[in-house]
């Protein structure tokens, strides 16, 4: 996650070869729309075998280095309202 407010999705997926479902928070400094900062991190899930990928809603994340805190709100138009709790969980 960078310094900074940026778009974040909520991605889902199960791990290759275990069943089990992982979470992941993907931000990516200038993306202009969520789906910026979830395709480069869905193909390379794709690539590595992950199976049935789901992007569950987004928002905007924002990393205060010199407070060490990060806050986590809003919503994208694209995918919807993430799991803001959930989203915090995982980071």
């Known amino acids: 996650?960078?310094?900074g407010a940026h778009k974040?999705?909520?991605i889902s997926a199960i791990i290759?070869?275990?069943g089990e479902r992982q979470h992941f928070v993907v931000s990516r400094r200038g993306?202009?729309?969520?789906r910026n900062a979830a395709e480069p991190f869905v193909e390379a899930l794709e690539r590595s075998g992950y199976?049935?990928?789901q992007i569950l809603g987004g928002g905007r994340?924002?990393?205060?280095?010199?407070?060490k805190s990060i806050k986590i709100y809003g919503?994208?138009?694209?995918?919807?309202?993430a799991d803001h709790a959930m989203s915090k969980s995982v980071v």
């Open 75 to 81: 919503y994208s138009y694209g995918f919807g309202l």
């Open 16 to 18: 290759p070869g275990g």
């Open 8 to 10: 974040y999705v909520l």
């Open 51 to 53: 199976l049935s990928i």
């Open 61 to 67: 994340i924002a990393l205060d280095e010199r407070q």
């Open 1 to 3: 996650i960078d310094s």
């Open 31 to 34: 993306a202009e729309y969520h």
